[in-house]
């Protein structure tokens, strides 16, 4: 199960933050973690991954493999304060009715606001 969950959240990583540093990386995944946490969305990680139009998903590396692998077991602290969304460029039309919570490498962080 860990294998899995892990390719499928390595093949977001790949698709939305390759050439990202790290950080960058780990934030990415941090938001597919945090929907686990959200009754709203599907409880695991392929079955967040693998919704349509979520996620970019590609055949990833090693190297987004292994900062999956971090992220599943928990070797990082939450840098996203709770993002359960990020876009990169310009704001989609979805984002007006966000939180921002910051900018790490090339993605915006946002959460609905007041959810929970």
């Known amino acids: 199960m860990l294998a899995s969950a892990a390719v499928c ?6 698709a939305e933050a390759r050439g990202e540093p790290v950080d960058g990386q780990i934030a ?3 938001v597919v973690l945090n929907r686990i946490e959200d009754s709203r969305w599907p409880d695991s990680i392929c079955g967040i991954a693998e919704q349509p139009e979520q996620f970019a998903s590609l055949p990833p590396d090693i190297e987004t493999l292994a900062v999956a692998l971090e992220v599943i077991r928990e070797e990082h602290d939450d840098m996203t304060a709770g993002a359960t969304h990020f876009y990169s460029g310009s704001p989609p039309w979805w984002a007006g009715e966000m939180e921002r919570i910051g900018r790490i490498a090339g993605h915006t962080f946002m959460r609905e606001p007041d959810w929970h």
């Open 28 to 30: 990415v995944a941090q």
């Open 9 to 14: 959240l390595a093949s977001v990583i790949y």
